[in-house]
């Protein structure tokens, strides 16, 4: 499973160029263009961030990185970067990416870490990236009861193009286990929801805002047809951030299920091509 993440990652997230990069002997480093918040029960962090480079590809390793609460953590960096982009220039720039793990393992439930910055070595200097915001992750347990929310997932997309998340309506699907009621269908951070659609047993309901809160029964088929949004500055950015269904249960309390998504930022050369083009700019 890390590594298919990895494969979709790579394939879409190759560069990530808009804004907020850094420059040293003509390679360039888009920390700007990384958010990552997640409340989930994960054994792995994964961020990437892209570069690009008008030559000789950079050696880079990892020299720390920089947060709070995180001593008990591992970190390795390993470089994603593929065809075509390591081969092809793109308005004179090679693009790469690297990935960077963290084995959250050894966190308890209720632990919160944030990673302010990394400091890497390229081709043999050190130089510190900072992200735009903070990159946050709550460890929870899934197993715990407030994540007991009687739904079976049927259908939950996994990730996304970020620039094209307003074009069409994204598909959720649940199978209901129990009676409860709806309450809520929300994300966390970096993300918005523009319209959601309820639709019960291929019914539509109407409008989340309007309908909610709503009573399920056992075996209903709960579906969800959700349009997301993101400021203009996030719609070339890697983004992971919470999706999260929330209801009552039949005693009145509280029960949620959380996913992860992650909302992806490119997925051609041609589109690499058109944003290289934005550095001549910078330079």
């Known amino acids: 499973m890390k590594k298919a993440i990895k494969l979709i990652l790579c394939i879409s997230i190759i560069l990530l160029i808009l804004a907020g990069c850094t420059s040293n002997k003509n390679i ?14 994960d054994d792995i962090i994964t961020i990437i961030v892209s570069y690009a480079y008008p030559s000789k ?3 880079v390793g990892l020299v720390e990185v920089k947060g709070t ?8 960096l390993e470089d994603i970067s593929e065809e075509p982009f390591t081969k092809d220039k793109y308005n004179g720039y090679h693009v790469g990416s690297f990935v960077i793990d963290g084995d959250l393992s050894n966190l308890n ?33 899934f197993e715990d009861r407030v994540y007991r929310l009687p739904v079976q997932p049927i259908h939950i997309p ?22 409860f009621e709806l309450t809520a269908f929300e994300t966390s951070d970096h993300i918005e929801i523009s319209q959601a659609v309820i639709l019960v047993n291929d019914n539509v309901v109407g409008p ?12 209903d088929m709960l579906g969800i047809d959700v349009v997301f949004t993101t400021d203009k500055e996030k719609k070339q950015s890697s983004i992971v951030t ?3 269904i929330s209801g009552l249960n039949i005693d009145n309390e509280l029960r949620k299920r959380i996913f992860k998504t992650s909302f992806i930022a490119l997925t051609s050369p041609q589109d690499a091509e058109n944003l290289t083009a934005t550095l001549e700019g910078q330079n």
């Open 69 to 76: 609460s995180l001593d008990n953590i591992t970190f390795v």
């Open 158 to 179: 996994s990730a996304m193009v970020t620039s094209r998340i307003e074009e069409r309506p994204v598909l959720y699907r649940f199978e209901v286990l129990e009676q």
């Open 28 to 41: 360039h480093f888009f920390s700007d263009n990384v958010f990552y918040t997640h409340e989930g029960s």
């Open 208 to 219: 989340a805002k309007e309908v909610l809160p709503l009573k399920l029964m056992a075996n």
């Open 57 to 59: 590809k950079p050696d």
């Open 109 to 141: 439930t209720g632990d919160r870490i944030e990673i302010g910055s990394i400091i890497i070595k390229v081709d043999g200097e050190d130089r510190e990236l900072t992200f735009k915001d903070n990159l946050i992750f709550t460890r929870n347990d």
């Open 242 to 244: 919470d999706v999260e």
